[in-house]
């Protein structure tokens, strides 16, 4: 199993910054893909942003591309999403979620961790 364990969300005014912690455990051999996804109330999960846990290949939404960076700390095996130039769309809830190298679909997910834009 992997587990997956967010931290990081808050209030913050537009323009304003936050970073994201996603912490994995477990059998993270077995990932493939790690990112982030969010969900505003009423409204579908969206993709945000994924790291391809081997290759380290990224891609972002076009909605937070040029503003939001996935990265990892690997002796922590921690993935952190910075998010920067923040605007009141960007409110919602943030999901980590990860899956496996044999699977098709994301696998595992976190709690969530909220994040609210005011302006």
């Known amino acids: 199993q992997v587990q997956l364990v967010e931290s990081g969300g808050g209030l913050v005014q537009a323009g304003g910054s936050l970073r994201l912690s996603c912490t994995v455990s477990?059998?993270?051999?077995?990932?493939?893909?790690v990112g982030w996804f969010r969900q505003a109330p009423a409204k579908e999960r969206e993709f945000v942003t994924v790291?391809?846990?081997?290759?380290?290949?990224?891609r972002y939404a076009d909605s937070v591309k040029g503003r939001f960076t996935i990265s990892r700390d690997n002796a922590r095996n921690t993935l952190y999403l910075q998010m920067n130039s923040l605007k009141p769309e960007d409110t919602a809830v943030y999901y980590c979620?990860?899956?496996?190298?044999?699977?098709?679909?994301?696998?595992?997910w976190g709690q969530g961790t909220q994040v609210t834009v005011s302006s």
């Open positions: 790291f391809s846990w081997r290759s380290t290949i990224t």
């Open positions: 477990g059998r993270t051999f077995s990932l493939s893909d």
């Open positions: 979620a990860a899956r496996s190298v044999t699977g098709s679909g994301y696998d595992y």
